[in-house]
């Protein structure tokens, strides 16, 4: 539904990064390394989509260190790798503002893409908060 219906390109990319991650995980509950590998399958199909990496300012500025920061805290247990993945990805939304876009929608606007937040990245943080949420990590206080 989301690659077919939500306009733009975060469709495409939020569909296809949800489902490598349900390909990833098992049929029952998944535990923290398990989730990890998922959310690495999900970045990897969100860069193999739209081609992008860090530094371009997109959705891909919070997931990858969000992957890399879940994946270095899973051993400590879900709660505690969401909320390590949740800050990643909050600190690199905030990252993208004095950049540049180099891929996406926002590419167009050149340098009048400087100095805002990337929507990509921001919803790429929201919905690793709703996770870390979900998941039961303690409150991190506003997202930054």
Do not use: C, N, W
């Amino acid at each position: 539904t989301l690659i077919s219906t939500v306009g733009g390109a975060s469709g495409p990319l939020y569909g296809s990064a949800l489902r490598a991650m349900g390909a990833a995980l098992p049929d029952g509950p998944a535990d923290a390394a398990q989730l990890a590998a998922a959310l690495a399958a999900g970045l990897a199909a969100v860069q193999g989509l739209g081609g992008a990496v860090l530094g371009d300012k997109t959705m891909v500025d919070a997931l990858a260190p969000a992957v890399e920061a879940f994946r270095a805290a899973a051993d400590r247990g879900l709660p505690q790798a969401a909320e390590a993945a949740a800050r990643a990805a909050e600190q690199g939304a905030a990252a993208t503002e004095p950049l540049q876009a180099r891929k996406g929608r926002a590419s167009y606007l050149g340098p009048r893409s400087t100095g805002h937040r990337d929507p990509g990245a921001q919803s790429t943080a929201l919905l690793l908060r709703a996770l870390a949420t979900a998941a039961g990590a303690p409150s991190a206080g506003p997202p930054g």
